[in-house]
T-cell receptor
Framework: SAVISQKPSRDICQRGTSLTIQCQVD?????MFWYRQQPGQSLTLIAT?????????ESGFVIDKFPISRPNLTFSTLTVSNMSPEDSSIYLC?????????FGPGTRLLVL | SQKIEQNSEALNIQEGKTATLTCNYTNYSPAYLQWYRQDPGRGPVFLLL?????KEKRKERLKVTFDTTLKQSLFHITASQPADSATYLCALDGTSNTGKLIFGQGTTLQVKP
């Protein structure tokens, strides 16, 4: 199994600012995934982060808005840039296990 | 278009009864389908995986069926308890073996004592 922690757990931010979310895993993993869960919605994959290469973004998500770092096999960051109220959401970090997927507790973001 | 649909209305049942949740999908050919539980303010927690060549899978009070002809999975909780109250998400692999999961919107289950 994998234990995932995220920081911060929640934040309230002003429009136009940026927030960086950290994800730490207790074991080395090749791929880390970032998901967004908007209020009342299901999880939507933002991007896949591989160590040593650029992240792969899903349709509708771009690097300028959601830059990702993956400096080593246990850590990743997601930045939400130039935030607007539409970015208010829960952001979740995830890693793949054997026949399962593990999720962090999420970062609850409110943009005013 | 590709869709994964779960009952959007909350499911309310009495303690001890069997809860049945539905997941339907269109225009996918998943190798497997997964079910997760999500409590408020927490990330999803994996429950069960069922492969395309499996009809049924069980784990304690949980049972999952997978009908690739109907493109449907059913998730059953027998002898339900108030502690089973949560949102249950189904997910499938949108692209084989990449770890990229596509999620349904979830069904909220409320078990009343």
């Amino acid at each position: 199994s994998a234990v995932i922690s995220q920081k911060p757990s929640r934040d309230i931010c002003q429009r136009g600012t940026s927030l960086t979310i950290q994800c730490q895993v207790d074991s080395q993993v090749t791929m880390m995934f970032w998901y967004r869960q908007q209020p009342g919605q299901s999880l939507t994959l933002i991007a896949t982060a591989n160590q040593g290469s650029e992240a792969t973004y899903e349709s509708g998500f771009v690097i300028d808005k959601f830059p990702i770092s993956r400096p080593n096999l246990t850590f990743s960051t997601l930045t939400v840039s130039n935030m607007s109220p539409e970015d208010s959401s829960i952001y979740l970090c995830s890693v793949r296990g054997s026949e399962t997927q593990y999720f962090g507790p999420g970062t609850r973001l409110l943009v005013l | 278009s590709q869709k994964i649909e779960q009952n959007s209305e909350a499911l309310n049942i009495q303690e001890g009864k069997t809860a049945t949740l539905t997941c339907n999908y269109t225009n996918y050919s998943p190798a497997y389908l997964q079910w997760y539980r999500q409590d408020p303010g927490r990330g999803p927690v994996f429950l069960l995986l069922i492969r395309e060549n499996e009809k049924e899978k069980r784990k304690e009070r949980l049972k999952v069926t997978f009908d690739t002809t109907l493109k449907q999975s059913l998730f059953h909780i027998t002898a339900s308890q108030p502690a089973d109250s949560a949102t249950y998400l189904c997910a499938l692999d949108g692209t084989s073996n990449t770890g990229k999961l596509i999620f349904g919107q979830g069904t909220t289950l409320q078990v009343k004592p």
